[in-house]
């Protein structure tokens, strides 16, 4: 079974910077794509940024130059930097695996709270 385990949210000032760090374990982690994701109350669950097996990113027009996603395949985690944060970015975090065939299954972890507050 994949299990993908968020981490780093938290409270951070308009302006400042947070690391999101996702542990994924049950499958062989370099095979998928990974996502970010994130959810505001009443709003619809949107995509932030993926990476694919080979590191190529996509974003979100809201947070590029922004946040940064990556992996570290060695230990089976995905981050996502987020610098320069706006009250906007306000939201639950969550971490999703991709799969490789489209009638597979989607995992998603259990999500992370970031607040932009001042």
């Known amino acids: 079974q994949v299990q993908l385990v968020e981490s780093g949210g938290g409270l951070v000032q308009p302006g400042g910077s947070l690391r999101l760090s996702c542990a994924a374990s049950?499958?062989?982690?370099?095979?998928?794509?990974m996502g970010w994701y994130r959810q505001s109350p009443g709003k619809q669950r949107d995509l932030v940024a993926s990476?694919?097996?080979?590191?190529?990113?996509n974003y979100a027009d809201s947070v590029k130059g922004r946040f940064t996603i990556s992996r570290d395949n060695a230990k089976n985690t995905v981050y996502l930097q987020m610098n320069s944060l706006k009250f906007e970015d306000t939201a639950v975090y969550y971490c999703k695996q991709f799969p490789i065939l489209i009638s597979g299954n989607a995992y998603w972890g259990q999500g992370t709270q970031v607040t932009v507050s001042s």
């Open positions: 049950g499958s062989i982690f370099r095979l998928y794509t």
């Open positions: 990476i694919s097996k080979d590191g190529s990113t």
